[in-house]
């Protein structure tokens, strides 16, 4: 019988450590910068909120209209005692905050790892990403903790005297 030639591929070629750090430090840059805009976009939508808390304190006959006229013998209702579009307007305006600090934070973070400098504030906005409860940000999260406590990439970090993370006293 004839006998097929068998095929040996080309041994593939091998990465130093910091070549894979500096690949998977890329990607967790890249991924904190995609949550950042996706939470400022997402953000927004809480200008509807404003929009509408506004519509409702500019017209409030609207969404509050005038009691109808009281029975014999009972007594008036009241109207409500207050324009609920102020607190429509203030969630709207706390949720634009919040949603656009916490992008502010993650586009620094991302910003700072590909410096390699501020670990423990890195390491917190990715805590941060943990705690949110996003599928998104939570895996981002546990994947840069799995990146970002390797020892050669905090190594990395340390090498930059310039932004130590401890302040020395003299």
């Given amino acids: 019988m004839n006998e097929l030639p068998t095929y040996i591929p080309p041994p ?37 909120y404003i929009a509408f808390g506004i519509v409702m304190i ?25 324009n609920p579009g102020y607190f429509v307007v203030a969630f709207g305006t706390l949720a634009i905050f919040l949603g656009w600090t916490y992008a502010a934070l993650n586009a620094l973070a991302g910003k700072y790892i590909a410096k390699r400098k501020h670990y423990v504030f890195v390491m917190i906005v990715t805590g941060l990403g943990c705690a949110t409860m996003s599928p998104i940000s939570t895996t981002l ?3 840069s903790f799995i990146v970002l406590l390797r020892p050669t990439v905090k190594a990395l970090f340390e090498q930059n005297p310039a932004t130590s993370t401890v302040a020395t006293r003299q």
């Fill in 12 to 48: 593939l070629p091998v990465k130093s450590q910091q070549e894979v750090d500096a690949d998977q430090l890329g990607m967790v840059v890249i991924g904190h910068y995609i949550i950042g805009a996706m939470v400022a976009l997402s953000s927004c939508m809480a200008l509807i």
């Fill in 58 to 82: 500019h017209n409030p006959h609207v969404f509050n209209p005038p009691p109808p006229p009281p029975k014999p013998g009972q007594p008036a209702e009241q109207p409500f005692p207050f």
């Fill in 141 to 143: 999260g546990i994947l």
